[in-house]
């Protein structure tokens, strides 16, 4: 059985991460942020995998069981937002929609 190294592992992670944050930081659109902010979050997931594979225990597992966690909720308050968006008439899943939200 032939396994990855680790610095494999985390270069695969780094150019993830690095993916989800221009993805969040560049874009206008609340879906798209969001899908950033997931590439994000999987790359930390193949980090405390590989982690966990180069030093030989379930710590790094955890982590990604509370990892998929957070992604989930994230998901649903996104989702959340944009149906609150769309049914209080903003229409758009652009960012700036999203300041008449705070009540002001």
């Known amino acids: 059985m032939m396994q990855v190294p680790l610095s494999h592992v985390l270069a695969v992670a780094a150019l993830l991460f690095t993916i989800g944050a221009v993805c969040a930081a560049s874009r206008r659109n609340v879906l798209m942020i969001l899908v950033g902010v997931e590439f994000m979050l999987t790359a930390a997931s193949v980090a405390f995998a590989g982690g966990a594979l180069a030093h030989g ?25 944009l149906v609150h968006a769309r049914r209080s008439g903003a229409g758009s899943a652009e960012i700036d929609a999203y300041n008449r939200l705070s009540g002001e």
């Open 57 to 81: 225990n379930l710590d790094g597992q955890a982590a990604i069981i509370l990892v998929m966690g957070l992604a989930a909720a994230e998901a649903a308050l996104g989702l959340a937002l």
